[in-house]
T-cell receptor
Framework: DAMVIQNPRYQVTQFGKPVTLSCSQT?????MYWYQQKSSQAPKLLFH???????NEADTPDNFQSRRPNTSFCFLDIRSPGLGDAAMYLC?????????????FGPGTRLLVL | GQNIDQPTEMTATEGAIVQINCTYQ??????LFWYQQHAGEAPTFLSY????GLEEKGRFSSFLSRSKGYSYLLLKELQMKDSASYLC????????????FGIGTKLQVIP
């Protein structure tokens, strides 16, 4: 049973061409996160939502935006992708109050910028 | 902020036991996670420690010492499928559960 779903799994875009990655969840979790992970590096938190409350990390480039229209869906918009934005993008969810408040990750979207 | 250190690579033999260490320096602490990540896949949850001591779950155990800023993940009876990266992650004390990940330890299990 898929719990955190990311589409597409692979995305190819052109330098400077806007791209949107999507994430959906069936867990009804309050919190949704977007991470960027480059090869052999730690996942880096870009931003997260607590319900509709948006929290941007201080070092997240302005090129990255996010939308959460409802509990189930969250989108990552990259307005003008650069070559350095090629990475795996991971969506995760968690629920406040649960044991360990574990983050559940989706399978990720691997972005290639040409 | 958080600073998390773990070895970048380890090699161990199938059937053996391996211990992966993690040290952290934090401005606040509210739990430590271990995740397993196979190449090209998303991290999957292994364990969570918020109090000192050992948590055992099948072949995997995790230990925490808050006073020392230290944790380890112990894998017993290693299997080839355990070849993966193991990420140590620390959660902040306040705010919106921000979790900071270490770079991960790439474990190779050899026959």
């Amino acid at each position: 049973d898929a719990m955190v779903i990311q589409n597409p799994r692979y995305q190819v875009t052109q330098f400077g061409k806007p791209v949107t990655l999507s994430c959906s969840q069936t867990l009804n979790h309050n919190v949704m996160y977007w991470y960027q992970q480059k090869s052999s590096q730690a996942p880096k938190l870009l931003f997260h939502y607590y319900d509709k409350d948006f929290n941007n990390e201080a070092d997240t480039p302005d090129n990255f935006q996010s939308r959460r229209p409802n509990t189930s869906f969250c989108f990552l918009d990259i307005r003008s992708p650069g070559l350095g934005d090629a990475a795996m993008y991971l969506c995760a969810t968690s629920s406040l109050g649960g044991w360990g408040e574990t983050q559940y990750f989706g399978p990720g979207t691997r972005l290639l910028v040409l | 902020g958080q600073n998390i250190d773990q070895p970048t690579e380890m090699t161990a033999t199938e059937g053996a036991i391996v211990q992966i260490n993690c040290t952290y320096q934090t401005s606040g602490f509210n739990g430590l996670f271990w995740y397993q990540q196979h190449a090209g896949e998303a991290p999957t949850f292994l364990s969570y420690n918020v109090l000192d001591g050992l948590e055992e779950k099948g072949r995997f155990s995790s230990f925490l010492s808050r006073s020392k800023g230290y944790s380890y993940l112990l894998l017993k009876e290693l299997q080839m499928k355990d070849s993966a990266s193991y990420l140590c992650a620390v959660r902040d004390q306040g705010g919106y559960q921000k979790v900071t990940f270490g770079i991960g330890t790439k474990l190779q299990v050899i026959p």
